[in-house]
């Protein structure tokens, strides 16, 4: 068995997508193929916290790409350090097996702080006015100055936002490799986030979606064999889907519906209306197909009138409340007390105005942190105002919700054989399949 093990986790990877990426197919030619069931709700954070602890939410405690914390009324979007996760991972078992085994990660979500040997991930520098400095966290500290050095500043603009491209994953790749011949780590997990970007925008089937497939195959045909250059013949390249992206042409609004119930409280300001969270009785953090409500004091009578609200309503498909959040292992303190579940055709919007102008500022802006909740909005750009448009309509993929059918799941590729077990593996089993390569 391989010593040295790479997981390249790449999400709205299809099964369909390899019979256009040739250089894929070739670079994991002699080893096999799964399918990879991601785990509820099928969004980044979860999914990739589900890959390196090998637990669900219930007992990791990421249960959304935001967390809300009652005690503060205050929102984290993005930001959460590694300390949020509440299970051991994967490089915290490899160095209880020996100090000597090293791990390295690059980009995926709440890994700064994590015990990794080696770090990489976007960390911009905020500055008083507002802007922003190009920076990524990095252990060592001083890494990111020789990798700023080398490859010039990692593009964050091309990361996220309407400006979303190849060149952010290009930027990983090519300092990943670079990573991996300095160190040689035992176990190199890197996130390649290229294929989420037009798959949101116009639709997994469209021709930017088929266009970024083919982009994603150049990159990691070179990648591949950089990783082997570097790592040796014995390495084993794992290649996971974090979700799969289908098709959307709904969008639900919780929080407004909770503000036209009463529910939902608003702050009036300059900068436009704003959730006030402390004076709301119900407000909603929307991510992607799902939304965590959160009901002040956890009010029983609320939350039944909560659930209410949603029960019925277009688009969504299921209402959880209280010990129903158990068949998605979503019981934990972290979670909303009701938690809505859209149909497969819908998708959840964070909006709480009414009317566009009592619109927060932000919304009209590249703005992860303030925004509480997910907006793939940031994808498009209003051409005439050069700001993000206030349509989410826009949107024609989404993803999140459980992958019960096979258009939801993705694959799993191990580049020798006899590594899978089974034709099918949940995302928590890729924690158990990284670490069986090190007995």
């Not at 054989?417 to 995302?427: A, F, I, K, M, Q």
């Amino acid at each position: 068995m391989a010593r040295r093990v790479v997981l390249l986790s790449v999400p709205a990877l299809r099964a369909c997508d390899l019979e256009n990426m040739p250089n894929l197919r070739a670079a994991m030619a002699r080893g096999q193929q799964a399918t990879l069931v991601p785990s509820f709700p099928c969004v980044t954070w979860p999914v990739q916290v589900n890959m390196v602890t090998g637990v669900l939410p219930d007992r990791h405690g990421v249960v959304a790409n935001g967390l809300y914390w009652r005690d503060e009324h205050r929102v984290e979007m993005w930001t959460a350090r590694n300390d949020k996760i509440l299970a051991p991972q994967i490089w915290d078992r490899l160095h209880q097996k020996s100090p000597d085994l090293k791990s390295a990660v690059w980009f995926p979500m709440l890994s700064k702080g994590c015990g990794a040997d080696y770090i990489c991930m976007p960390a911009p520098v905020h500055n008083p006015d507002g802007s922003e400095s190009l920076w990524c966290y990095t252990r060592p500290t001083e890494l990111y100055g020789e990798l700023r050095d080398a490859f010039g500043h990692f593009p964050l603009h091309n990361f996220w936002g309407p400006l979303a491209s190849l060149a952010s994953s290009q930027w990983i790749a090519e300092s990943a490799a670079w990573a991996a011949k300095r160190w040689q780590p035992d176990f190199f997990y890197i996130y390649l986030p290229h294929l989420d970007y037009a798959a949101q925008r116009t639709g997994p089937d469209t021709a930017p979606a088929q266009t970024a497939v083919a982009e994603l195959d150049e990159l990691l045909g070179k990648l591949t064999g950089q990783l082997r250059e570097a790592l040796g013949d014995n390495v084993l390249l794992l290649v996971a889907t974090e979700y799969v992206i289908t098709p959307v042409n709904h969008v639900l609004f919780p929080n407004r519906l909770l503000r036209e119930s009463g529910l939902l409280e608003v702050e009036r300001s300059d900068a436009g209306d704003l959730i006030d969270f402390r004076a709301s009785s119900a407000w909603a953090l929307a991510d992607h197909q799902m939304s965590h409500i959160f009901v002040r004091d956890r009010d029983p009578r609320l939350i039944a009138r909560v659930a209410g609200v949603f029960s019925g309503q277009p688009g969504v498909s299921e209402v959880l409340t209280g010990e129903d959040r158990r068949r998605y292992a979503m019981a934990h303190e972290r979670s909303g007390d009701v938690i809505a579940i859209s149909t497969p055709e819908s998708w959840q919007a964070y909006y709480w105005w009414l009317s566009d102008d009592s619109a927060p500022s932000f919304a009209r802006t590249v703005d992860i942190h303030r925004k509480p909740g997910y907006d793939p909005v940031e994808l498009h750009v209003d051409r005439a105002t050069r700001s993000i448009p206030l349509d989410a309509s826009l949107v024609r993929g989404s993803h999140g919700l459980h992958a019960t059918e096979l258009s939801r799941q993705g694959v799993l590729l191990a580049s020798e054989s006899g590594v899978l077990r089974s034709s099918s593996l949940s995302d928590t089993g890729v924690f158990d399949l990284v670490l069986g390569q090190f007995t």
